[in-house]
């Protein structure tokens, strides 16, 4: 059944030649703009889930790929789940899935099992956890277990193919993102 309190965020669909004049990941930017504010992963799961379901569902999974790339992109998984963009770890492997990079999702799932058999969504268990499975050491090669997850993902997929990657299937996919 569908969420009555969803709403349509996606943007109206380009002309041919504005689609053809788009730089680089501003075609995917365009859907995940309408959405950016109105998806919070700043206050808990419970506010984030609801947020999230009240949103077309690919646009949201877009979303959520996005911001995990982001965070991966600048410090790693580790940084990735002990910020609050964790919530969206489970959104983030199907989002990656959505848009046909399997690879992400694979390692970002992978990432998840090493934080339990039941993904804590909660920013302060997420924390609990990572400090568990710390490495002994002082630098971050040394202490982080994410660390050849980490160099596996940026050679899947990096801000720059990222951006490629979500392009492509949005521009296959028109009529997902697009009114």
């Known amino acids: 059944m569908a969420d009555p309190t969803a709403v349509d965020t996606r943007p109206v669909l380009p002309d041919e030649a504005e689609l053809a004049s788009l730089a680089a990941g501003q075609l995917y930017w365009s859907v995940v703009d309408p959405i950016w504010k109105l998806v919070s992963i700043y ?13 077309p569902e690919a646009q949201g999974l877009l979303l959520a790929a996005h911001w995990c790339q982001s965070e991966i992109c600048n410090g790693g998984l580790h940084q ?28 970002v799932a992978k990432a998840m099992a090493m934080l339990g058999q039941f993904y804590p969504r909660d920013r302060d268990k997420r924390q609990l956890r990572l400090g568990v499975i ?3 050491g002082n630098s971050r090669a040394e202490w982080d277990p994410f660390r050849a997850l980490d160099e596996e993902f940026y050679a899947v997929t990096g801000t720059s193919e990222f951006a490629t990657q979500a392009d ?4 296959n996919h028109l009529a997902l993102f697009f009114k």
């Open 134 to 136: 710390k490495k002994p």
């Open 43 to 55: 206050d808990g799961t419970e506010t984030f889930t609801r947020q999230f379901a009240a949103v």
């Open 80 to 107: 990735f789940f002990s910020n609050p963009t964790g919530v969206l770890a489970p959104e983030a492997v199907r989002g990656f899935r959505l848009i046909e990079v399997s690879a992400a999702a694979d390692i």
């Open 168 to 171: 492509a299937f949005v521009r």
